[in-house]
């Protein structure tokens, strides 16, 4: 399995509700950052987050890192019908200048 | 400030043709990465590279891919014989320097689809 998987796959939430994804991985990382990616389209930086950091805030969004277990998760509040998108995380591992992406998350916002 | 710019958008190319994606960084911006990402998956890193320079192409195809990133103009993502397995989205990113342990982020294009007939 590849660094940096997302879960669940596909969440499907009603307009308002809170959607909560996960991302674990395997390696020592610098950074771990989550992107939105809507279909077609091409990926938007939603929020870094450094390995020496627990939790950040960005608007609606909030993510959270434990090293200890190797994992994140992205929970975006008060979900609006745009939100919809895939989700992806992308963890910087110590050694490298490369990014790896996990699989992905697709969230469905019904409005 | 313009962002990462991608042509063409939309590339159809029939088998055994070569196709050619083109990338021009954010201004300021002397770090490139492609990736490749197929129908339903994330994003698979191909190559890191500077000006003039691969970096790392631990993600290439040993066949048929190249890329470089010459002193002038765009990185050029370059694809030969093309074959159907090649059909996905190719997107370019840029960073101001290599070293993320700072913080840096590195920021996308629209990519490029595309399609082997």
């Known amino acids: 399995s590849q660094q940096g998987e997302e879960d669940p796959q596909a969440l499907s939430i009603q307009e308002g509700e809170n959607a909560t994804m996960n991302c674990s991985y395997k390696?020592?990382?610098?950074?771990l950052q989550w992107y939105r990616q809507n279909s077609g389209r091409g990926l938007v930086h939603l929020i870094l987050?450094?390995?020496?950091?627990r939790e950040k805030h960005s608007g609606r969004l909030r993510v959270t890192l434990d090293t200890s277990k190797k994992s994140s998760s992205l929970l975006i509040t008060a979900s609006r019908a745009a939100d919809t998108a895939s989700y992806f995380c992308?963890?910087?591992?110590?050694?490298?200048?490369?990014?790896?992406f996990g699989g992905g998350t697709r969230v469905l916002v019904k409005p | 400030n313009a962002g990462v710019m991608q042509n063409p958008r939309h590339l159809v190319r029939r088998r055994g043709q070569e196709a050619r994606l083109r990338c021009s960084p954010m201004?300021?911006?002397?770090?490139v990465y492609w990736y490749r990402q197929l129908p339903e998956e994330g994003l698979k890193f191909m190559v890191y590279?500077?000006?003039?320079?691969?970096?790392?192409e631990s993600g290439m195809p040993k066949e048929r891919f190249s890329a470089e990133f010459p002193k002038e103009g765009p990185s050029i993502l370059r694809i030969q014989q093309v074959v159907r397995g090649d059909s996905a989205a190719y997107f370019c990113?840029?960073?101001?320097?290599?070293?993320?342990?700072?913080?840096?982020?590195?920021?996308f294009g629209e990519g490029s689809w595309l399609t082997v007939v």
């Open positions: 990113a840029s960073s101001p320097s290599g070293s993320r342990s700072s913080g840096n982020t590195i920021y």
């Open positions: 390696t020592s990382i610098n950074n």
């Open positions: 987050i450094r390995s020496n950091e």
């Open positions: 992308a963890t910087d591992r110590a050694a490298g200048n490369k990014l790896t």
């Open positions: 201004k300021g911006h002397s770090h």
């Open positions: 590279l500077q000006k003039e320079n691969i970096i790392d």
